[in-house]
């Protein structure tokens, strides 16, 4: 498949732990964030977004937190799984149209 | 339903040559938005095209353009190909709504080498 950021920083962890992804952001005129996934081999999909009125939303095992005071995203996935292992990307959306993507984080889940 | 459809998947090209690549959207997107990944610069936004006219651009040079048609499907296409071009081309489809660039779905890319 291919190879995707080949020197990322990566975050390893123990099956059934939570884990925490983070990411910075630069525009504080941003108007919605997003987390990605990206296995190998696939585009990017979609995980979850935030708007930026928010500081907090739940999904589906995971759940964005937004603080917006040192313009820091984090992702956490509860009970991580095999099939969690991946590059996660945030993305930040500004006027609406500007898309701005992080540089992302490879999560390793050890058996 | 099918989703979106990238072709070719793997192509080398010369410095100097031009190329184009395909994209066919989800069923009933009117949305597509070209995006180049490489290793060094990441997932970097290229354009979006909605209802066969370009809504959105990334900063990219000219050299980079792309059409949409009546059918929703987009080609991008690369002049004067350059080495720094080699990359992953990403295709990535919506409604077009509201939500149209937050809910999007990708295709599975184009890896272009450029020799």
């Known amino acids: 498949g291919e190879s995707v950021g080949l020197h990322l920083p990566t975050l390893s962890v123990q099956e059934g732990d939570n884990s925490i992804i983070n990411c910075a952001y630069s525009?504080?005129?941003?108007?919605?964030f997003i987390w990605y996934k990206q296995e190998s081999g696939k585009g990017p999909q979609f995980i979850i977004d935030i708007r930026s009125n928010m500081d907090k939303r739940q999904g589906q095992r995971v759940t964005v937190l937004l603080n917006k005071t040192v313009k820091h995203l984090s992702l956490q996935i509860a009970a991580t799984q095999p099939g969690d292992s991946a590059v996660y990307f945030c993305?930040?959306?500004?006027?609406?149209?500007?898309?701005?993507f992080g540089p992302g984080t490879r999560l390793s889940v050890l058996p | 339903k099918a989703g979106v459809t990238q072709t070719p998947r793997y192509l080398i090209k010369t410095r100097g040559q031009q190329v184009t690549l395909s994209c066919s959207p989800i069923?009933?997107?009117?949305?597509v938005s070209w995006y180049q990944q490489t290793p060094g610069q990441g997932l970097q936004f290229l354009f979006e095209?909605?209802?066969?006219?370009?809504?959105n651009k990334g900063n990219f040079p000219g050299r980079f353009s792309g059409r949409q048609f009546s059918n929703s499907r987009s080609e991008m296409n690369v002049s004067t190909l350059e080495l720094g071009d080699s990359a992953l081309y990403l295709c990535?489809?919506?409604?077009?709504?509201?939500?149209?660039?937050?809910?999007?779905?990708f295709g599975p890319g184009t890896r272009l080498t450029v020799l």
């Open positions: 069923s009933g997107h009117r949305s």
């Open positions: 990535a489809s919506s409604s077009g709504g509201d939500r149209g660039l937050i809910e999007q779905f």
């Open positions: 525009n504080s005129a941003s108007d919605y």
């Open positions: 095209y909605f209802s066969e006219t370009q809504r």
């Open positions: 993305a930040e959306i500004y006027y609406g149209q500007n898309f701005v």
